[in-house]
C-alpha cells in the first residue's frame, strides 16, 4: 500500500492496462469541479484506493479505478487540445504532456478494452467521432473540460497546481482474485455480467465452448439473460431472478454441478438446454403439433410459463414424455394463459404447475 500523487503516478507507469470486462460505463470524475472547492489549493485532494496487479515492471493492470484514470487522461488532453497551436512554448509543454502521461512511444499508455479502446484511441489522436460516439460518457467528460477550460478561462499551470495536489492509495493485488474483487468493489452498479462469465470459463479453460454456445444459440445479447432466467429457476427453483447478479448464479450453479461432474459435462448440459430455449425462443420445432401449440403460448403472452416449459421439453427431448403428452401439457398452459389474459388476473401459475406435474406422474 502506497500513497501517490496520481499525476507522478500516470507518469512513471509505462502501460496501464483494463480488464477485459470493465468498462467506462459509470459517472467519470471532473476533476475541474476539485478546483472550485479549494480554489487556494490549500489541502489535499484525496480520491481513495486504485487497487493495481503489476503485469511487468511498471506495466500495471486496473482492477479498480479505470474511471478515475480516464478521466485525468482526458483532461490533459483537453489542456492539449485548448492551448493547441497558440503559442511555440506551449506546443512544445502539449509534448511534454502527450510523451510523459498519454503515449508511450507511438502507442497509447492506456490500454482500454473492447468499444471503450476504440472511442479513446480516436479521442487521444483527433479523429472524427460518430454521433453516437459524442454521446458517451467518455466524449461528454472531454467536452465539459473544453468548455470549463475555455468559459473560465483556466490556465493549465493552475489546473497542474490542483492536480498536483490530488493523492490515491495504491493497493496491489497480487495474491487476490482480481475478477472477484472488481465484482464485489463493483456489485452495486451494472456490470457486463456475460464478460465476467467469459473470464471465469476462461479461468477454467474451457471458454472455447461457451463462445461456440453463444454464437449458435444466442443471437441477442439479451438472449442470454432469457435463457439464464429460465435455466436457473428450472435447475435451482430460484422464485425471482436478478440479472444484475448472472455472473454470480452462474459461479454458484457452475461450482455445485463441479462437485458431481467433469467442466465439459456442465458445458454439455448448459449447451443442451440452450438448444431447446433457442428452439422456443424462435419457435423452431421438428413437430407442427408442438409448433402450432407452442405459437398460440406465443401468442398469449407466455413467457413467464417458458422456466416450467424447458423443464418439460427437457423431458419430452430425452424420450422421458410423448409428443401427445407434450403437445397436451403446451395446451392446457395455453388455456391457462387466455383464461388469465380474458381475466386481467394474474392467476396463479404455480397451482398449474400442480396438476401438470401430477398430470405427468400419472401419465
Not at 438472449?223 to 454470480?248: M, P, S, V
Not at 422421458?320 to 389474459?341: A, C, G, M, P
Request: with cysteine.
Amino acid at each position: 500500500m502506497e500513497v501517490v500523487n496520481l499525476l507522478d503516478f500516470l507518469n512513471s507507469a509505462k502501460n496501464l492496462y483494463a480488464l477485459d470486462y470493465a468498462r467506462c460505463d459509470r459517472e467519470l470524475v471532473n476533476f475541474l469541479d476539485l478546483m472550485v472547492e479549494d480554489e487556494q489549493f490549500t489541502r489535499t485532494i484525496d480520491l481513495g484506493i486504485i487497487y493495481l496487479s503489476e503485469k511487468a515492471e511498471n506495466k500495471y493492470i486496473i482492477v479498480d479505478g479505470l474511471s478515475r484514470i480516464v478521466s485525468l487522461s482526458l483532461l490533459l488532453h483537453a489542456i492539449c487540445e485548448c492551448y493547441k497551436k497558440t503559442t511555440s512554448q506551449n506546443e512544445k509543454a502539449i509534448k511534454t504532456i502527450r510523451s510523459k502521461y498519454l503515449l508511450k512511444g507511438s502507442s497509447l499508455k492506456l490500454q482500454l478494452c473492447e468499444k471503450d479502446a476504440i472511442l479513446y484511441e480516436k479521442i487521444i489522436n483527433g479523429e472524427r467521432l460518430s454521433g453516437h460516439e459524442k454521446s458517451m460518457p467518455m466524449f461528454q467528460l472531454l467536452h465539459n473540460f473544453w468548455s470549463q477550460i475555455k468559459e473560465e478561462k483556466l490556465q493549465a499551470a493552475k489546473i497542474f497546481t490542483m492536480l498536483n495536489k490530488i493523492q490515491v492509495t495504491i493497493v496491489d493485488t497480487e495474491d487476490v482474485s482480481k475478477r472477484n474483487l472488481y465484482y464485489k468493489l463493483n456489485s452495486q452498479r451494472k456490470l457486463n455480467q456475460i464478460a465476467l462469465i467469459d473470464d471465469y470459463l476462461k479461468e477454467k479453460k474451457i471458454v472455447e465452448l461457451w463462445q461456440e454456445i453463444k454464437s449458435k444459440y444466442f443471437v441477442e445479447k439479451e438472449d442470454i439473460y432469457l435463457f439464464f432466467r429460465d435455466f436457473f429457476l428450472t435447475k435451482f427453483n430460484y422464485k425471482t431472478f436478478n440479472q444484475d447478479r448472472l455472473y454470480e448464479s452462474f459461479v454458484n450453479y457452475f461450482e455445485t454441478m463441479a462437485q458431481f461432474v467433469n467442466k465439459s459435462n456442465i458445458m454439455e448440459n448448459i449447451e443442451r438446454s440452450a438448444m431447446l430455449y433457442y428452439s422456443m425462443l424462435n419457435v423452431d420445432f421438428e413437430s407442427e403439433a408442438v409448433r402450432n401449440a407452442f405459437i398460440q403460448i406465443k401468442k398469449h403472452s407466455g413467457e413467464d410459463t417458458y422456466a416450467y416449459i424447458l423443464s418439460v421439453y427437457e423431458d419430452y427431448a430425452e424420450g422421458n414424455l410423448s409428443e401427445s403428452i407434450f403437445v397436451e401439457i403446451l395446451q392446457t398452459i395455453d388455456e391457462y394463459l387466455k383464461n388469465r389474459q380474458n381475466s386481467g388476473k394474474n392467476i396463479d401459475f404455480n397451482e398449474l404447475i400442480e396438476y401438470l406435474n401430477a398430470f405427468i406422474a400419472c401419465k
